[in-house]
């Protein structure tokens, strides 16, 4: 088994590196404390080819292997967790539920520009009532003019990107006595659907730049030819969407892990206590080391993930797998940078907070850790 990146998948990373360092790095904390969507970093990372790295050129997309993708996530988290969200939302929920389950003529149209970064996507499933339990919603899209169009009605909570979007990918109940063979999936355009309300945006702990908005549809008008694939699919759209999702989730759970290590150790080094780095103590230094080992179990975990996506295995478990242990270490390192730094760290004058703040959400979306948990639990048992 080869663990080492090819040449090409280490020139992407470098690549995706290099902007990071340059780019996103010196605007993190100015995006922290704004709030607002980094336009201008979405469209640079538009010209570099980010915006749909793993969709096929022939959709506007650069065509990467999910290791490569993976990798370019870990680096931009790494600069903003927000950021690695926005990125996150777009290619692996929105871009990939069109890319799997539209027809041709819904790639052309409303996945090219999604993965050229010409437009921006949301994927809209959560609601207030119907977050793990996602049978529950209560959104139904009614079929109406004899099957021509649907009327869809309800609302959506914490929807990443949803604010800003072009194209929503959206969750409602076809025949709300199925249960979750009721729900089918739509591609809703904001500008263009009458009916299309954003309530607001979440104030929130952290994951800031990455609008996390609350949508309501008022008989909004839905032409058939927008449903993604069969009337009913729409649960089993959205789980095999997730499973690959929880990967890029991974990898912005270690990119938040690994710059919250580096802080650490530069902070150590240059730290003077006692008439000496406090890298010098062993106690920091057993710290450094444990926070390091579980990055990289982490990131292993990811590649494993990975690997079996690539390989057209079932990754269910693996992914299960590397999406809750990358949420948790991102957290126990972040939470371990902040005692490192000691007072300073508790303050926005370095970036530890921050990184504790962005790290928490992993545990939260796409599957929390309680789901994830049951997921492997099942796999085992199967």
């Given at each position: 088994?080869?663990?080492?990146?090819?040449?090409?998948?280490?020139?992407?990373?470098d690549m995706v590196a290099d902007f990071v360092d340059e780019e996103v790095k010196p605007r993190a904390a100015e995006i922290d404390e704004t709030d607002e969507f980094p336009w201008d970093l979405v469209d640079e990372m538009a010209d570099l080819?980010?915006?749909?790295?793993?969709?096929?050129?022939?959709?506007?997309?650069?065509?990467?292997?999910?290791?490569?993708?993976?990798?370019?996530?870990?680096?931009?988290?790494?600069?903003?967790?927000?950021?690695?969200?926005?990125?996150?939302?777009?290619?692996?929920?929105?871009?990939?539920?069109?890319?799997?389950?539209?027809?041709?003529?819904?790639?052309?149209?409303?996945?090219?520009?999604?993965?050229?970064?010409?437009?921006?996507?949301?994927?809209?499933?959560?609601?207030?009532?119907?977050?793990?339990?996602?049978?529950?919603?209560?959104?139904?899209?009614?079929?109406?003019d004899g099957g021509d169009a649907y009327l869809v009605n309800g609302g959506k909570l914490w929807i990443s990107n949803g604010s800003v979007a072009d194209t929503v990918v959206l969750f409602a109940k076809t025949d709300p006595d199925a249960g979750?063979?009721?729900?089918?999936?739509?591609?809703?355009?904001?500008?263009?659907?009458?009916?299309?309300?954003?309530?607001?945006?979440?104030?929130?702990?952290?994951?800031?730049?990455?609008?996390?908005?609350?949508?309501?549809?008022?008989?909004?008008?839905?032409?058939?030819?927008?449903?993604?694939?069969?009337?009913?699919?729409?649960?089993?759209?959205?789980?095999?969407?997730?499973?690959?999702?929880?990967?890029?989730?991974?990898?912005?759970?270690?990119?938040?892990?690994?710059?919250?290590?580096?802080?650490?150790?530069?902070?150590?080094?240059?730290?003077?206590?006692?008439?000496?780095?406090?890298?010098?103590?062993?106690?920091?230094?057993?710290?450094?080391?444990?926070?390091?080992?579980?990055?990289?179990?982490?990131?292993?975990?990811?590649?494993?993930?990975?690997?079996?996506?690539?390989?057209?295995?079932?990754?269910?478990?693996?992914?299960?797998?590397?999406?809750?242990?990358?949420?948790?270490?991102?957290?126990?390192?972040?939470?371990?940078?902040?005692?490192?730094?000691?007072?300073?760290?508790?303050?926005?004058?370095?970036?530890?907070?921050?990184?504790?703040?962005?790290?928490?959400?992993?545990?939260?979306?796409?599957?929390?850790?309680?789901?994830?948990?049951?997921?492997?639990?099942?796999?085992?048992?199967?």
């Amino acid at each position: 088994m080869d663990l080492s990146p090819t040449q090409e998948q280490r020139q992407i990373q470098d690549m995706v590196a290099d902007f990071v360092d340059e780019e996103v790095k010196p605007r993190a904390a100015e995006i922290d404390e704004t709030d607002e969507f980094p336009w201008d970093l979405v469209d640079e990372m538009a010209d570099l080819g980010l915006m749909g790295m793993p969709i096929p050129e022939e959709y506007g997309g650069a065509e990467l292997d999910y290791h490569s993708y993976a990798m370019a996530l870990e680096e931009i988290s790494r600069g903003s967790g927000g950021l690695g969200t926005i990125v996150a939302a777009h290619i692996s929920l929105a871009c990939n539920m069109i890319y799997e389950f539209g027809n041709e003529a819904q790639k052309e149209t409303y996945l090219t520009p999604l993965a050229a970064g010409e437009e921006i996507g949301a994927f809209a499933l959560s609601e207030a009532g119907a977050g793990s339990d996602v049978p529950s919603m209560d959104t139904t899209a009614e079929p109406v003019d004899g099957g021509d169009a649907y009327l869809v009605n309800g609302g959506k909570l914490w929807i990443s990107n949803g604010s800003v979007a072009d194209t929503v990918v959206l969750f409602a109940k076809t025949d709300p006595d199925a249960g979750n063979k009721g729900i089918s999936s739509f591609i809703v355009r904001p500008e263009e659907d009458d009916g299309f309300i954003v309530e607001g945006t979440e104030h929130k702990l952290g994951d800031k730049g990455c609008p996390t908005a609350e949508l309501r549809f008022d008989d909004m008008r839905l032409p058939a030819d927008r449903r993604l694939g069969e009337e009913g699919r729409g649960f089993v759209h959205a789980l095999k969407t997730l499973n690959g999702g929880r990967i890029t989730i991974a990898a912005r759970g270690v990119g938040i892990a690994q710059a919250a290590l580096d802080e650490a150790l530069k902070y150590a080094q240059d730290r003077e206590q006692f008439d000496q780095p406090i890298s010098d103590f062993q106690a920091i230094q057993h710290k450094l080391a444990d926070m390091d080992t579980k990055t990289q179990a982490a990131r292993l975990l990811m590649h494993q993930a990975a690997d079996k996506k690539m390989a057209g295995e079932s990754f269910v478990k693996e992914a299960a797998q590397a999406k809750l242990y990358a949420s948790e270490v991102s957290r126990e390192v972040a939470n371990e940078g902040i005692q490192v730094h000691g007072g300073y760290g508790y303050t926005k004058d370095f970036p530890a907070e921050r990184f504790y703040r962005d790290a928490k959400l992993n545990e939260i979306y796409e599957g929390t850790s309680e789901v994830l948990r049951n997921t492997i639990a099942s796999e085992l048992l199967d």
